[in-house]
DNA sequence: ATTAATAAGTGAAACGTTTCAATGATGTTA
DNA sequence: TAACATCATTGAAACGTTTCACTTATTAAT
């Protein structure tokens, strides 16, 4: 494999004079520099990764640690994420599971952003002790080595509940997903707030998971008990599908006898039918305001962290 | 940061203790050992990778390079070449972009699986002389030090065109993807041979380029032009919904009017209406597989490469 | 003509590991 | 008891870079 040693050899130079040259320092004058670069370009020479960055205490590389490789939210995210990284000279990468651990605990990365359910705390907090920096999604959690950076939930939640409101329904249940995450519980406070400032009270709530399965669950039960309000709000998209599809199956009329709202705008939202409202947040942007947050942590810079705002989707289903 | 000597000082013996220690030499007494595992344990001490990998010569690390993060194709892939390659104690990750030029350069991993479009055959062989072992999935690269991996698209093909024909259809016309493809090559000549085996010739040909836009495109001609052929088979699931949607908007009906096969079966294939006949991959299967091969090629072994077979999923759209 | 400043280049240390080769201590054999 | 294995441990070299501190050659300033 070819090395520093190789180019300065060739070139007839020190191995000083390769480095400061590959590195674009200013005492190496422009003829020297080039003809190196030309040597080192010939051979196919780069410096090894390893070696720079045992010596420079820094690998220029992000790491992002997502829960699993599923579902287009993650799609959208990482390549607003990726493109404003790899603008600023840093390079992604990608993991998840155990993979993830491995590449946390050698420090492969200079940065890491980390948006894995599988990841505790706790765990997120030790980890946060020895490496530096850290952004954790869509959660909260309170350390002051952490930066959390979430959507805005419940701001986008209280305007779809505003419009729900607005077009007339009453008795408004919530079909929550797993509970105590931060999405479901700034979502649901968002619509109990919004439901607040027009003097209603929730008509009933269920607990699902987030799958489309749960909401299919809820509703075979509601039809069961025969308790149907006027309109379910969920706390997401598959969920809401899930519940559609049952009533649906059952007889009953979207959005004629039942409203039916998600959030995320997954894909399906637009295909199903009928076409599902639902809440839209752009993620490439969100990804790229991660990433432009990272940079400047990595330059030790204070930041303050925003909020991206979701955009309401109002489709036919109710 | 805490480093190997701040173990050797606390245990009070000498670093290269430790290091055997900590990697399971049987010169060290386990009394010894795990001692020493104990306190590198309490002080959070781990071998910082780049100096590891700088000794060692590798890095227990596969890199995946994909085209992006799109789709729910490479969804399962990833998971199932995860799986495999952390059961045997590598690490995975994941690039997109010009993120993997830099990882492949540096040579941050000790083997490369690549299933990026945007990567030429050029590139990808000069790469190969300095850094191997390569898989390239999706593609055929004639070279020794490149080891490909397909689906049986040939295969796959041809059992569904049989499968077309058995139902009646004569007149079958085929929307190709981007032509030159290695899957859209092979999906046609399989096509082609199961017309041929059955005295059937190719009613007519269109050429797409993989996306649902290509394949509204085409059916817009169709009908402008009144060419509709009994059944069109396509040589993915995108271009067939694309098809599907516009001769539908015209008044067509499918299956009664004209039959649509796709080829992927991507989600949407089974919640579009009438749902799409499609060739299913087992993607995660798949994923191990090459995963399997990538481990071995790590070792140096000599391996025979699998082709993954598909399983014609036969719904409501022919 | 002397001194000072600048330019171009270099030798060697250091980064944090792994691992070879060597050491001393202990036990075993004849 | 001498010779020899075995065991536990260690010092130091090496991996391929970057970068500090230094040298030598050249130019500029007086």
Same mark, same amino acid.
């Given at each position: 494999m070819?090395?520093?040693?190789?180019? !300065?050899?060739? !070139?007839?130079?020190?191995i000083s004079t390769v480095s400061y040259a590959l590195n674009d320092d200013k005492r190496i004058p422009e003829v020297t520099a080039s003809r190196i670069r030309k040597i080192a370009d010939d051979i196919g020479y780069l410096p090894l990764?390893?070696?720079?960055?045992?010596?420079?205490r820094n690998s220029n590389t992000v790491l992002v640690a997502i829960s699993d490789?599923?579902?287009?939210?993650?799609?959208? #995210? @990482?390549?607003?994420?990726?493109?404003? #990284?790899?603008?600023?000279g840093y390079t992604m990468i990608v993991s998840t599971g155990s993979s993830t651990d491995n590449l946390l605990k050698e420090r492969m990365a200079d940065g890491t952003i980390i948006s894995d359910i599988n990841i505790s705390n706790q765990t997120l907090i030790q980890i946060s002790k020895i490496l530096k920096p850290i952004i954790i999604l869509d959660r909260k959690v309170h350390d002051t080595d952490i930066v959390d950076m979430t959507i805005d939930n419940y701001d986008a939640m209280y305007r779809l509940t505003e419009d729900v409101i607005s077009k007339g329904y009453q008795k408004i249940a919530y079909c929550h997903g797993? $509970?105590?995450?931060?999405?479901?519980?700034?979502?649901?406070?968002?619509? @109990?707030?919004? @439901?607040?400032?027009?003097?209603?009270?929730?008509s009933d709530e269920y607990v699902g998971n987030f799958t489309k399965q749960?909401?299919?669950?809820?509703?075979?039960? #509601?039809?069961?008990?025969?308790?149907?309000p006027e309109m379910i709000v969920c706390s997401n998209d598959e969920m809401a599908i899930g519940i559609m599809e049952v009533l649906q199956e059952s007889g009953y009329n979207i959005p004629n006898d039942i409203g039916v709202s998600g959030f995320d705008d997954?894909? @399906?939202?637009?295909?199903?039918?009928? $076409?599902?409202?639902?809440?839209?947040?752009?993620?490439?942007?969100?990804?790229?305001?991660? !990433?432009?947050?990272?940079?400047? #942590?990595?330059? $030790?810079? $204070?930041?303050?962290?925003?909020?991206?705002?979701?955009?309401?989707?109002?489709?036919?289903?109710?």
């Open positions: 070819v090395n520093i040693k190789d180019v !300065a050899k060739i !070139a007839g130079c020190s990764a390893a070696a720079r960055n045992l010596k420079k490789f599923g579902g287009p939210v993650y799609h959208e #995210l @990482l390549d607003g994420i990726h493109q404003e #990284l790899t603008k600023h797993v $509970k105590k995450t931060h999405d479901n519980e700034y979502r649901f406070k968002g619509f @109990l707030d919004a @439901l607040k400032k027009h003097d209603l009270n929730i749960s909401g299919s669950k809820i509703a075979k039960k #509601l039809i069961k008990t025969n308790q149907i997954i894909e @399906l939202a637009s295909y199903c039918i009928p $076409k599902l409202s639902s809440v839209r947040i752009n993620r490439f942007e969100w990804g790229r305001k991660i !990433a432009v947050t990272m940079l400047s #942590l990595l330059k $030790k810079h $204070k930041t303050d962290v925003h909020k991206e705002q979701g955009e309401l989707k109002i489709r036919d289903s109710y």
